[in-house]
Structure formats: C-alpha cells, structure tokens
Nanobody, 123 residues
Framework: QLQLVESGGGLVQPGGSLRLSCAAS????????IAWFRQAPGKAREGVSC????????YYPDSVKGRFTISRDYAKNTVDLQMNSLKPEDTATYYC????????????????WGQGTQVTASS
C-alpha cells in the first residue's frame, strides 16, 4: 500500500521554527508533485506549499511566503517543510500529499494523504 508519513510537528513559541518531513512508503517521491496542506479545527484544508517533481518550481500562498521553505532530499526520499517565524495562526494539523502533473491549490486534486502532524504555535 502506498503511504505518506509526516513527522516533525510539535509545540513551539510564536517566532520559533519547526521542520516537517514527508516520507514515502513503496514509491519514489521525485516522480510526483508534493504539496503540504494544513487544516485547523472548523476550517477548510489550506495549501501552504508545493514543489514540482523536478524540484525547480515551488509555490507558497501569501500567508506563509518568506517564512516557509519546501525542499526535496533525494537521498532520503523525503520532502521537507522548513517553517520559520511561526505565528499562532499557523497552528493546525499539517498533511503532505502527492499528484502527477503540476501544483494545484485544491486539496481535491491530490491523492494519497498522510495521517498528519500537529503544529502548535503558542506561548
């Protein structure tokens, strides 16, 4: 069964940093577009980053641009999300997901979601 597994979440003070990692079971991540989404209680799932299969193109919404960085580690078969200057509004469960083709903002365009990792930015 193809799976994605997220790790690296936790509790951090506002202004702090976390690094999330998305690992794959039974397939190679660099064959796919990989995106990170987040979902806070009572809110819709929101895309926060996406990287092309080549790694040459990345996408961020304005809400995280300049603070979040997505990258591929081909040796480890992971896609990481470095999150700096975290704000309380970044608190959510973060998911990674995959698709063929190009980055798209709609969660419905993706398949094979991980179980999520909780990120909490609070003092």
């Amino acid at each position: 069964q193809l799976q994605l597994v997220e790790s690296g979440g936790g509790l951090v003070q506002p202004g702090g940093s976390l690094r999330l990692s998305c690992a794959a079971s039974r397939f190679i991540l660099d064959n796919y577009v990989i995106a990170w989404f987040r979902q806070a209680p009572g809110k819709a799932r929101e895309g926060v980053s996406c990287i092309s299969s080549s790694g040459n193109s990345t996408y961020y919404p304005d809400s995280v641009k300049g603070r979040f960085t997505i990258s591929r580690d081909y040796a480890k078969n992971t896609v990481d999300l470095q999150m700096n200057s975290l704000k309380p509004e970044d608190t959510a469960t973060y998911y990674c997901t995959r698709r063929f083709g190009v980055c798209l903002p709609q969660a419905s365009e993706y398949r094979t979601w991980g179980q999520g990792t909780q990120v909490t930015a609070s003092s």
